[in-house]
């Protein structure tokens, strides 16, 4: 079990820039969740996936995010023309079905 | 809306104590999840303890327990013998919705514990 794996772990970027970031979930887990996580804060929920259908996404997923799991596998999250609020820690988690979710390291991302 | 609160920002204990995070919610669900997770600094975050709602019994595993009062809509977690390494922010959790989806986190508790 080699556990969530986000890459990368630190991206710094100019405001207007585009990033994406990748998560790949334990092998066998079927659901996919992105968060995001302000400094002092707990994690917002912004987007699941059910295998590579996404099930629901939160109204902080404005038009400048987009998430995919193309293959129900790993998920890719990006971010089109940054901005300094979208300066937080990105969290990437999974589970089977209902059950746990663990969560990975997470992609801290600094816009400057 | 559904909501968690946790009214502690900051905690301090010492090795060998017991301390209490405290978390309440609101849902208009009847049947759910409840959960705590464990983030220690620059660390990810792992799951503690949870307790199924319609569990009367409350939830323990090693030191950690929890004091699970549905109609007061309380969930509070019981840390026994604290130890240096329990030094972390921890977040009080519920779904959103039916078990699997998205979680609804506090604010957190950051706990430190000295020797």
């Known amino acids: 079990d080699t556990g969530v794996s986000q890459n990368p772990r630190h991206k710094i970027t100019k405001r207007g820039q585009n990033v994406t970031f990748r998560c790949d979930p334990i092998s066998e887990h079927n659901r996919l969740y992105w968060y995001r996580q302000t400094l002092g804060q707990g994690p917002e929920f912004l987007t699941y996936?059910?295998?590579?259908?996404?099930?629901?996404k939160s109204r902080l997923l404005s038009d400048r995010f987009s998430a995919e799991r193309p293959k129900g596998s790993f998920s890719t999250l990006e971010i089109q023309r940054t901005e300094q609020g979208d300066s937080a820690m990105y969290l990437c988690?999974?589970?089977?079905?209902?059950?746990?979710?663990?969560f990975g390291p997470g992609t801290r991302l600094t816009v400057l | 809306a559904q909501t968690v609160t946790q009214s502690q920002p900051e905690m301090s204990v010492q090795e060998a104590e017991t301390v209490t995070l405290s978390c309440t919610y609101d849902t208009s669900e009847s049947n759910y999840y409840l959960f705590w997770y464990k983030q220690p600094p620059s660390r990810q975050m792992i799951l503690v303890i949870r307790q199924e709602a319609y569990k009367q019994q409350n939830a323990t595993e090693n030191r950690f327990s929890v004091n699970f009062q549905k109609a007061a809509k309380s969930f509070s977690l019981k840390i026994s013998d604290s130890q240096l390494g329990d030094t972390a922010m921890y977040f009080c959790a519920f779904p959103s919705g039916q078990a699997g989806t998205a979680l609804i986190f506090g604010k957190g508790t950051t706990l430190s514990v000295s020797s």
């Open positions: 988690a999974s589970s089977l079905y209902g059950n746990e979710q663990f």
């Open positions: 996936f059910q295998n590579e259908a996404q099930l629901e």
